[in-house]
Nanobody
Framework: QVRLVESGGGLVQTGGSLRLSCAAS????????MGWFRQVPGKEREPVAA????????YYADSVKGRFTISRDNAKNTVYLQMNSLKPEDTVVYYC???????????????WGQGTQVTVSS
């Protein structure tokens, strides 16, 4: 079992930056694929950025390319999402997720955090 706890969300002005953190429990953290998702109310949760279990970054959503960066610190069992040049449309709840294998589906994950709200004011 893996427990994920996100932090770092909050209110920021357009053009500002935030860094989200996802602290994971479990000794096998480094073997998991990790991802960040976001969800607009009433819509499907969408992937934002993701790592393979090897640590290779495999995905950035087109809407965040060049602005967001995913990274991980295996020594701290933590995954980060650095978000720069934030826009009002980035205002959503962000979720951290972990998976035991590199499933074919970009959406298939085994564990989810509780989410952290990001609000970008115009």
């Amino acid at each position: 079992q893996v427990r994920l706890v996100e932090s770092g969300g909050g209110l920021v002005q357009t053009g500002g930056s935030l860094r989200l953190s996802c602290a994971a429990s479990g000794r096998t953290f480094r073997s998991y694929g990790m991802g960040w998702f976001r969800q607009v109310p009433g819509k499907e949760r969408e992937p934002v950025a993701a790592f393979r279990s090897s640590g290779i970054i495999t995905y950035y959503a087109d809407s965040v390319k060049g602005r967001f960066t995913i990274s991980r610190d295996n020594a701290k069992n933590t995954v980060y999402l650095q978000m720069n040049s934030l826009k009002p449309e980035d205002t959503v709840v962000y979720y951290c997720a972990a998976r035991r294998a590199d499933y074919a589906s970009r959406y298939q994950y085994d564990y989810w955090g509780q989410g952290t709200q990001v609000t970008v004011s115009s």
